[in-house]
């Protein structure tokens, strides 16, 4: 490791997720020694539709900074002197569009489960020859309100202030990685510690660039001839870049500037790298939604079963790329938030689990949270949330312990699709030949769906303990493993050593193969209820 025994050594990253941002430093050992997290307004302007604004966005970064520094230093860690380099990790697919000669947004950023470009989904899956799977093959992708080239198409059909900067050449795309950048490195008049003026970077990094439906999964470039298809102008959109390199230097304006920027991964992407997910190994990260991701090596496995080809990791220009097969699942810690603040049920996440434990099982409910349709593996526009099974019996116990279980039964659909399409040879298992998932994310802290999660993974094809780490927070533990190879503070060989290991906790199966079958084809059942349903809402 670089420095010496006494030098004190630290990486950090910004964890931009979709209901709130952290700033997280870390050791030499890549353990955390200070933080700061802070939520930010969400904006639901119509029924389906999902914003935030980009400059409240940058105001949050700035205050975690500073704070978690202030934190640092109330403990006697000098984190300005020793920080080595700064990974970023973000909420993916959500797309913003800023001028390039004020750096002010053209309008709200538009979050990657807003749902209101289905009507241009419905247009293109008529006029292109291959419908919804027209750009498989080169991106990965099917054609859904998910991916941020629909949205930037909806922001230049239906805003003016983009139409016109499109037209005047002063529009500038990017995902909120992108924007985060721009911004980090110095946007419009910045300025280096020795007051040398700085250009903001506009760069991309590889997986969130796999996200848009713009990328060619293989050249990692921009794919013309979908830009073509969709009338998409190249110019707009930012530079693809490695996962692992030097981006910039953090300009003034923000705290500890002139650090330099070494690191950036879209959010799933950093939760692989952080639990050291190689080839055959998976991940489930819960949060706002859930996202599990099979590292598949260095070649594409296009999906037949639903899921998602994308991009692993790429740790520096100049080494190869890893891929992975995606299920993405919209809804998940987002349910939980719905409880809390849609209806009062409980006053606090953490209340979900005592509330659940209250009752012995979910009582005959059913709770599908298609809130804006269903990802992974159905792909359903059309759906909206149900709950099912409802008698004068329910309570509101019932009612939380169906909100767990629809995480771990849609976890499960995915990890379904996923066996079939990698198969056995694309799996690796354990010296007892169990198929290990790897789980991080908020809601994990949550013993009890830990524990139901399990129970829906004893399918005869994927029997599963569950293993949790002692870090949950593995996005942003990714983001600065990336940052720090880059910057020399760790070598590829220490961080997949398992620089951070610490104890793990590890749920195994406990519920019997028939009472798994029967609320597996149970839960079928309510998930096909929920199908086109959307006109309700007119």
Not at 493 to 518: Q, S, W, Y
């Amino acid at each position: 490791m670089a420095g010496t025994a006494e030098e004190e050594v630290y990486v950090a990253s910004i964890d931009q997720g979709t209901t709130s941002t952290r700033f997280i430093v870390y050791g030499r050992h890549a353990r955390p020694v200070a933080s700061h997290q802070l939520e930010f307004k969400q904006h639901y302007p119509e029924a389906g539709w999902v914003e935030h604004d980009p400059m409240e966005i940058i105001e949050s970064v700035k205050i975690c900074m500073s704070e978690t520094l202030g934190k640092a230093a109330a403990s006697g860690l000098n984190v300005d002197a020793g920080l080595k380099a700064i990974g970023i990790t973000n909420q993916r697919e959500t797309t913003v569009m800023w001028s390039k000669s004020t750096g002010l947004p053209l309008y709200n950023a538009i979050v990657w489960m807003d749902v209101r470009t289905s009507s241009i989904c419905r247009r293109l899956e008529s006029e292109l020859s291959g419908g919804r799977t027209h750009f498989v093959e080169t991106c990965g992708l099917p054609i859904s309100t998910y991916f941020s080239a629909l949205k930037l198409l909806w922001l230049m059909e239906n805003v003016d202030a983009v139409k016109d900067a499109v037209r005047a050449g002063d529009a500038l795309f990017g995902t909120i990685d992108t924007w985060l950048i721009w911004n980090l490195t110095g946007g419009i008049g910045g300025k280096d510690t020795d007051g040398k003026e700085l250009l903001g970077q506009h760069v991309t990094d590889c997986s969130n660039a796999s996200r848009t439906m713009l990328m060619n999964l293989k050249a990692l470039d921009w794919d013309k001839p979908t830009l073509e298809a969709l009338g998409i102008p190249a110019g707009i959109l930012p530079k693809i870049i490695s996962n692992s390199e030097k981006i910039g230097v953090v300009a003034g304006g923000f705290p500890l500037a002139g650090v330099s920027i070494s690191g950036c991964l879209g959010d799933q992407h950093a939760a692989m790298l952080g639990q050291l997910c190689q080839k055959g190994e998976a991940k489930s990260t819960y949060g706002t939604g859930a996202f599990i991701l099979l590292n598949t090596g260095e070649e594409v496995t296009q999906s037949s079963h639903g899921l998602l080809s994308t991009i692993a990791y790429k740790l520096g220009p100049d080494v190869p790329t890893n891929y992975a097969l995606e299920g993405s699942i919209a809804i998940a810690g987002a349910a939980v938030q719905w409880l809390r603040d849609s209806l009062g049920i409980i006053s606090s996440a953490a209340e979900i689990e005592g509330l659940a434990e209250s009752v012995q099982d979910s009582g005959g409910i059913y709770f599908v949270p298609a809130f804006n349709g269903l990802f992974a593996p159905w792909w359903r526009d059309d759906a909206r949330g149900i709950c099912i099974g409802i008698t004068r019996f329910t309570n509101k116990g019932h009612i939380a312990r169906a909100v767990l279980e629809s995480m771990c039964f849609q976890v499960n659909d995915v990890l379904s699709s996923m066996h079939k399409d990698a198969g056995e040879a694309g799996e690796v298992k354990s010296a007892e030949g169990e198929f290990l998932l790897r789980v991080d994310g908020g809601a994990t802290v949550n013993n009890l769906l830990m524990q139901i999660q399990v129970k829906k993974l004893c399918a005869d094809l994927l029997g599963s303990p569950v293993v949790r780490p002692a870090d949950i927070e593995t996005t942003a533990l990714g983001a600065a493993y990336a940052a720090g190879l880059a910057a020399g503070v760790w070598t590829k060989e220490e961080i997949f050593a398992g620089l951070h290991k610490d104890n793990t906790t590890v749920f195994c199966p406990k519920l019997d193969d028939a009472h798994r079958k029967k609320r597996g084809d149970s839960w079928y059942k309510a998930v096909s209820r929920s199908f086109d349903l959307a006109d309700l809402s007119l």
